[in-house]
């Protein structure tokens, strides 16, 4: 039997199926707009995998490293659990990347969603803050050495800067308090970070999906089900096949061979590299030689993102009518993958002076985005 709106409706309940099923939807929406509900799943997957590995993992500077091995060798499903969820945290960034990408190219910040972009940004960040304090869990040589320095940062603040450094270290050093709050964080923010994913899909539905064109005009809408539903559908296939290879045949290939190596603090490694989705500005950082200045020069590289709607206000909003600002975007996603690159690279000539260089076209495609309506 054919069930039309208002039962559907009625079975569902008032607000979750105007949100998921009822929810009026742009016709010419491409799968680009996908990436939101993958980003979605997963991090429920993250949060899962995390709670299950939290049950057999000791935040111990004596027991972490061997409780991996633990639970990779003894524990049922171990090997899978503990893969998906490193995986899964690159998995995140590429989907969250793409899906910040699209909204760049679109324009999907502009007004009356800007709000809308805020929060996604907010999402960013807390995400970021997850990853990292993820990644020293392992306390392997990679995730030691990567708390020091990062937490050393904190330092570059006038004043208060050592007494920040003291109060995440919980001592003079990273030490076991460092791990065990790490630890208490990591385990929580996910669960903030999926009430900031709850406001940001309440607000997106306030103010409805941007579409492709890009310019207010009376675009037809249908239903979120079933059409983008199946849309949807095909991604995580697409997401799963991807996702799978790398578990099953390539599960250490997105991590650093240094982290496979028990933290030792008297032995500090060649070359410190964060995880691949910290490069980027992790090259912005050691471009500029004075500490303060790159430290700050590495927080506005991402907070200015709160500020894109104030900095273009052009009423066309997809790149795709504006060529100049089309081939801009293209440069900008070079820039991200290049200074990806150097993020990686040794502090050394002609590295350094390269990042230099990167970094402040960066910045300069923010400026560009200024002058958008007067080109």
């Known amino acids: 039997m054919k069930l039309n709106k208002k039962i559907l409706n009625t079975l569902l309940g008032g607000t979750l199926g105007n949100h998921i099923w009822l929810y009026p939807?742009?016709?010419?929406?491409?799968?680009?707009?996908?990436?939101?509900?993958?980003?979605?799943?997963?991090?429920?997957?993250?949060?899962?995998?995390?709670?299950?590995?939290?049950m057999h993992y000791t935040a111990n500077?004596?027991?972490?490293?061997?409780?991996?091995?633990?639970?990779?060798?003894?524990?049922?499903?171990?090997?899978?659990?503990?893969?998906i969820h490193a995986n899964g945290?690159?998995?995140?960034?590429?989907?969250?990347?793409?899906?910040m990408a699209r909204g760049l190219y679109y324009g999907s910040y502009n007004e009356p969603r800007y709000i809308l972009w805020v929060s996604g940004v907010i999402l960013f960040l807390l995400m970021m803050a997850t990853a990292f304090m993820g990644y020293v869990l392992p306390w392997g040589q990679m995730s030691f050495w990567g708390a020091t320095v990062i937490t050393n940062l904190f330092s570059a603040i006038p004043e208060v800067g050592n007494s920040i450094v003291q109060l995440l270290w919980g001592g003079f050093s990273v030490d076991n308090p460092t791990l065990n709050r790490f630890f208490s964080l990591h385990f929580t923010l996910p669960f903030l970070i999926a009430g900031v994913a709850g406001l940001h899909l309440v607000l997106l539905h306030e103010f409805g999906s941007n579409n492709p064109l890009g310019i207010n005009t009376i675009i037809e809408k249908i239903s979120f089900f079933t059409y983008f539903w199946i849309k949807d559908f095909y991604s995580l296939l697409l997401l799963i096949l991807l996702f799978g290879m790398f578990v099953v045949n390539l599960p250490n290939t997105l991590g650093h061979p240094d982290n496979y190596i028990e933290a030792q603090p008297l032995v500090t490694p060649t070359h410190i590299v964060p995880e691949w989705y910290f490069l980027p500005f992790y090259a912005i950082l050691r471009a500029i030689p004075d500490?303060?200045?790159?430290?700050?020069?590495?927080?506005?590289?991402?907070?200015?993102?709160?500020?894109?709607?104030?900095?273009?206000?052009s009423p066309i909003r997809s790149n795709f009518f504006k060529p100049f600002m089309l081939y801009c975007f293209i440069f900008f996603v070079l820039i991200m993958l290049t200074l990806g690159w150097l993020g990686q690279e040794e502090v050394d000539y002609p590295f350094l002076q390269f990042?230099?260089?990167?970094?402040?076209?960066?910045?300069?495609?923010?400026?560009?985005?200024?002058?958008?309506?007067l080109i």
């Open 89 to 99: 945290a690159s998995m995140f960034f590429i989907i969250v990347y793409t899906h």
């Open 355 to 373: 990042s230099t260089i990167i970094s402040f076209l960066y910045f300069v495609y923010f400026k560009v985005l200024t002058l958008d309506n």
């Open 61 to 83: 500077i004596h027991n972490s490293f061997s409780d991996l091995e633990h639970i990779m060798r003894d524990v049922v499903g171990g090997y899978g659990l503990r893969y």
């Open 25 to 54: 939807t742009p016709i010419n929406l491409t799968y680009f707009w996908s990436f939101g509900s993958l980003a979605g799943l997963i991090l429920i997957s993250q949060i899962v995998t995390g709670i299950l590995l939290a």
């Open 291 to 313: 500490k303060l200045s790159g430290v700050i020069s590495m927080f506005w590289s991402i907070v200015i993102l709160l500020f894109l709607p104030w900095f273009d206000s």
